[in-house]
């Protein structure tokens, strides 16, 4: 079992410019939720998918959109990036219909915005 | 709206000693508490979670925490610290969204520092 996967670990951008990060979560689970963590800070929640459909977001804007694919796979997209996005961006995979499940995560995506 | 609070941003501790790392909850419903810990470039490791069952919940690498209702309190302990665990250490709260679906609320983190 593969466990959850990003992609890409690291990558640079330039304000203005948009990004899109991927995670395949682990098998068998069929819920992805994504998260932001800033330097120092806790994890943020931005967004959960299910069903190839955003079920609640975070307090995070509009730039920040996402899909998931059939597979149950996932990507988020930030659109007109900022210095500001620049974090850790952390993706949980977990299985809908279980009550407190346990959430498994991925090794994150490192952005930095330039 | 559920939250915690971890009230120390760093821990030092020697090897072999005691590690207590302390966290606060709130909660409207009975709560899940889970406590996470991440490594330097690391993604993210479930150590133990509480979801009302026993009290005292024991997880990997010697860690256990006890969930206190009268306290609101769900620290984490581990009687003999090993340089390994030198790593970020979240407690986390699952609450319910407005949609009735669970997300994670985490805290602010406290950085483990262990000596030799």
Redesign the interface.
């Known amino acids: 079992d593969a466990g ?1 996967t990003q992609s890409p670990t690291h990558l640079i951008k330039t304000r203005g410019q948009q990004v899109t990060l991927r995670c395949s979560p682990k098998s068998g689970h069929d819920t992805v ?1 994504w ?1 932001q963590q800033a330097l ?6 931005i967004f ?1 998918y ?1 069903e190839e459909e955003e ?2 977001r ?1 307090n995070f804007p509009d730039r920040f959109s996402g899909h998931q694919f059939p597979n149950y796979s996932s990507e988020l997209n930030v659109n007109a990036l900022l210095l500001g996005d620049s974090a850790l961006y ?1 993706c ?1 995979s977990s299985l809908e219909g279980r ?10 995506t490192r952005l930095t915005v330039v | 709206a559920q939250s915690v609070t971890q009230l120390d941003s760093h821990v030092s501790v020697s090897e072999g000693t005691p590690v207590l790392l302390r966290c606060n909850y709130s909660s409207s419903y009975s709560p ?1 508490l ?1 406590w ?1 810990v991440q490594h330097p ?6 150590l133990l ?1 509480y ?1 009302s069952a026993a009290t005292l919940v024991k997880g990997i690498n010697g860690f256990e925490a006890e969930f206190k209702k009268s306290e609101t309190s769900f620290h984490l302990t581990k009687p003999s610290a090993h340089m390994s665990d030198a790593a970020e250490y ?1 407690c986390v709260v ?1 609450g319910f ?3 009735g ?9 406290t950085r483990l520092l262990v000596s030799p």
Do not use: D, H, I, W
């Open positions: 959850v939720s998260y120092g800070q806790g994890p943020q929640f959960q299910y079920r609640q975070g952390l949980a009550m407190n499940t346990e959430a498994f995560f991925g090794q994150g | 899940s889970f996470y470039n690391k993604g993210l490791q479930l979670k979801t979240f699952s969204m407005n949609t679906f669970q997300k994670l609320v985490f805290g602010t983190g």
